[in-house]
C-alpha cells in the first residue's frame, strides 16, 4: 500500500472514531463537562467534581469515550507520523532545508502523543474506578504532554502546507 492510500484510510479511521465518540460525549456534556477538562483537571479534587457531576451515566459514557479513544489515537497517531514523514519528504526533494532540519522533531511527534494520549487513558479509566489522587494528576501531566505534541506536529504539517502553497502560487521564474 503507498503512503498516500494509508493516509486516506487514516483519515477515514480518524473520522468515523470522532463520529463514533460523539454519542459519548454527548452524554458527558449532558451532565457536566466534557473529556477536555476531566483530562485537565490536575487534582483528585477537581476531578471528583466532574465525575460528581456527570453522574452514573456520564461517568460511564466517559468510559466508552476513552475506550473507543485508544482505537481513535492509533490512527491519528499513524496518520500524523505518516503526513509529517511526507511533508519531510517533500521538503527534502525541494531544498527547504528548515522545514527537513525540524522533521527530524515532528515525524515522532505525532506517535509519541498518542503514546502519551494511552498513558492518559489509564489513568482517567483508573481515576474513574476510585484511584488514589495520584491518577488525576498523572493524566493531566501526560494530557500537557499529548496537547504540546500535537501542536508541534500540526504546525509543521500547516507549514509545509503553506510552502508547498506558496510555491505554487509564485510566479515561474521567481
Partial sequence: MTRGRALILLAVAVVALLAAMQ?????????????????????????QEIRAEWGEDGR????????????????????????????RDLARSR???????????????????????AIENACLLLTLGGAGSWAPVTATLFAVAKFALLAISLAYLLAGLAMRLRGRLQPAGT
Avoid at 95 to 112: E, H, K, M, N, Y
Wanted: glycine share 12%; with cysteine.
Fill in 60 to 87: 460511564d459514557a466517559a468510559r466508552q469515550q476513552l475506550w473507543i479513544d485508544y482505537a481513535f489515537m492509533l490512527a491519528y497517531g499513524a496518520f500524523l507520523v505518516l503526513a509529517a514523514a511526507a511533508t
Fill in 95 to 117: 531544498g527547504w532545508r528548515p522545514l527537513v532540519t525540524v522533521g527530524a522533531l515532528a515525524v515522532p511527534a505525532g506517535g509519541i502523543a498518542a503514546g502519551c494520549d
Fill in 23 to 47: 454519542p459519548a460525549d454527548q452524554r458527558m456534556t449532558d451532565n457536566g463537562p466534557g473529556m477536555v477538562p476531566f483530562e485537565l483537571a490536575g487534582s483528585a479534587e477537581r476531578s
